[in-house]
């Protein structure tokens, strides 16, 4: 698939959601009434742990390891954002963020490989519908999950120094479900998962959190989830240089203030 192909795909798929949501809002008789909408949106941080296999061009690397300690020494930028909108028929959408851009923040147990940059970013985009099931909400997920990944290694061998860097793109549906249950006056348990892959991009792609929310008042909450995000990806060329293997779950604790409005 060339890249202005591939491009052009993720450009349409990408505007699933907001097509979606122009849909909601458009067909609602009532589009000055505000208060049929539920506006969420969470800054959060994730001590983040990364685990998996890579390999890149002429490169193959293996057992990739970071731990949450070596990522924020190594940190060069990172970001992530939630962002979700629900209508009262009980149909949203909603967007998740993460990046981070590691310099020296990944080690290797290849035998020759001495230097491994990662940067990687993940968007979610979910069309969801919620139902409820007694005092607990359950939202039915679909969506597409977009990868920006860039590898560089580099390897020392008895004909001296070898250096691959590759740039992917991809795309995966999944689909997935979100429970949220009350379990005190001002406590909730949520639980998340989704599976991907589908045959489009990547072999195969989930995502898992679990924990609790704390709701500090009416307008403002306090998320305390563990959260892990897994991919296995490959991409075969005849050009060597341009071969990119990458199967990693990239993990840990999350911390995140949410603003409903």
């Keep these: 698939m060339s890249q202005e192909h591939h491009g052009k795909q993720s450009t349409h798929l990408l505007a699933l959601p907001a097509l979606a949501l122009s849909c909601l809002i458009g067909s609602s008789p009532s589009l000055a009434q505000v208060q049929e909408w539920t506006f969420e949106i969470q800054p959060y941080v994730m001590n983040t742990s990364l685990e998996g296999d890579a390999g890149v061009g002429h490169v193959d690397g293996d057992d990739l390891t970071s731990e949450s300690t070596d990522i924020l020494e ?4 990172g970001g992530m954002l939630h962002a979700e909108a629900i209508h009262e028929s009980g149909w949203g959408v909603a967007l998740d963020y993460g990046f981070m851009d590691l310099n020296n923040g990944v080690s290797s147990s290849a035998e020759g490989v001495r ?3 990662l940067r990687q970013g993940v968007l979610q ?11 607990s909400t359950l939202d039915y997920l679909g969506g597409i999950r977009w990868w920006d990944s860039s590898l560089e290694l580099e390897k020392t061998s008895e004909d001296g120094s070898i250096e691959s860097d590759v740039s ?5 549906l999944y689909v997935g ?6 379990i005190g006056q001002d406590w909730h348990f949520l639980l998340r998962g989704d ?20 709701q ?9 989830l563990y959260k892990g995000t897994w991919v296995e990806y490959e991409k075969e060329s005849s050009n060597k240089e341009e071969r990119y293997q990458y199967d990693a779950v990239t993990h840990g604790p999350v911390m995140g203030v949410k603003f409903k409005f």
């Design 195 to 214: 599976l991907g892959g589908f045959g489009l991009d990547a072999e195969m792609t989930s995502s898992f959190s679990t924990g609790i929310q704390y």
């Design 115 to 117: 230097d491994v940059k």
């Design 177 to 182: 479900a979100r429970w949220i249950k009350p």
């Design 125 to 135: 985009a979910d069309v969801m519908f919620r139902t409820m099931i007694g005092n």
């Design 216 to 224: 500090l008042n009416e307008k403002l909450s306090l998320d305390l």
């Design 168 to 172: 992917e793109e991809w795309l995966d």
């Design 74 to 77: 190594a940190l060069k930028s």
